[in-house]
T-cell receptor, first 116, second 111 residues
Framework: GAVVSQHPSWVICKSGTSVKIECRSLDFQATTMFWYRQFPKQSLMLMATSNEGSKATYEQGVEKDKFLINHASLTLSTLTVTSAHPEDSSFYIC????????????FGPGTRLTVT | QKEVEQNSGPLSVPEGAIASLNCTYSDRGSQSFFWYRQYSGKSPELIMFIYSNGDKEDGRFTAQLNKASQYVSLLIRDSQPSDSATYLCAIPRAGSYQLTFGKGTKLSVIP
């Protein structure tokens, strides 16, 4: 149980284009999902908390107009990187809380984004 | 003091030995503690969680919690080369659903 998927697993896009990443909870419903970013050899950085049916909460320093998050259902959250630049190239990982209130987060396999 | 602190390592242990990974935290009110394993190039995987003082065992893994001293540790018995990874300690951020992660300890098990 507690399986989270992400799609795509990797993507290469040109500078200035937008990229959408999907995060799905496969065997449970997730009221809350989280989006992280990780640069090589660095620690996880929380970008935003995604709540089903409401606006996402962004961490300080994360541009909400650049990283659009939509949590339209209890099993799907999407992250859209708009007007991507090479410095947005990173490993984007989502997670979901399998049981509300337990803080147990299960991670998707991640999406490696390269912006050329 | 940072919220969650871990020794970055690398920690090298010979195959078959016990690997001991430590984590200290600053929020005395923390009630839940999590250990994640992250292989290079992969996403984190939840391996243990502990809520009560004392030890919790799961196979070769034992989590130890000491709330009075504000530390949580992870012991890996009979370490295998496949245990070589970065181990992340995480605790809930006060008043929220988010987890605060330590920077991780890189473990290398030498055959």
């Amino acid at each position: 149980g507690a399986v989270v998927s992400q799609h795509p697993s990797w993507v290469i896009c040109k500078s200035g284009t937008s990229v959408k990443i999907e995060c799905r909870s496969l065997d449970f419903q997730a009221t809350t999902m989280f989006w992280y970013r990780q640069f090589p050899k660095q620690s996880l950085m929380l970008m935003a908390t995604s709540n089903e049916g409401s606006k996402a909460t962004y961490e300080q320093g994360v541009e909400k107009d650049k990283f659009l998050i939509n949590h339209a259902s209890l099993t799907l959250s999407t992250l859209t990187v708009t007007s991507a630049h090479p410095e947005d190239s990173s490993f984007y990982i989502c997670s979901a809380e399998a049981r509300s209130g337990t803080y147990e987060q299960y991670f998707g396999p991640g999406t490696r984004l390269t912006v050329t | 003091q940072k919220e969650v602190e871990q020794n970055s390592g690398p920690l090298s242990v010979p195959e078959g030995a016990i690997a001991s990974l430590n984590c200290t935290y600053s929020d005395r009110g923390s009630q839940s503690f999590f250990w994640y394993r992250q292989y290079s190039g992969k996403s984190p995987e939840l391996i243990m969680f502990i809520y009560s003082n004392g030890d919790k065992e799961d196979g070769r893994f034992t989590a130890q919690l000491n709330k009075a001293s504000q530390y949580v540790s992870l012991l890996i018995r009979d370490s295998q080369p496949s245990d070589s990874a970065t181990y992340l300690c995480a605790i809930p951020r006060a008043g929220s659903y988010q987890l605060t992660f330590g920077k991780g300890t890189k473990l290398s098990v030498i055959p």
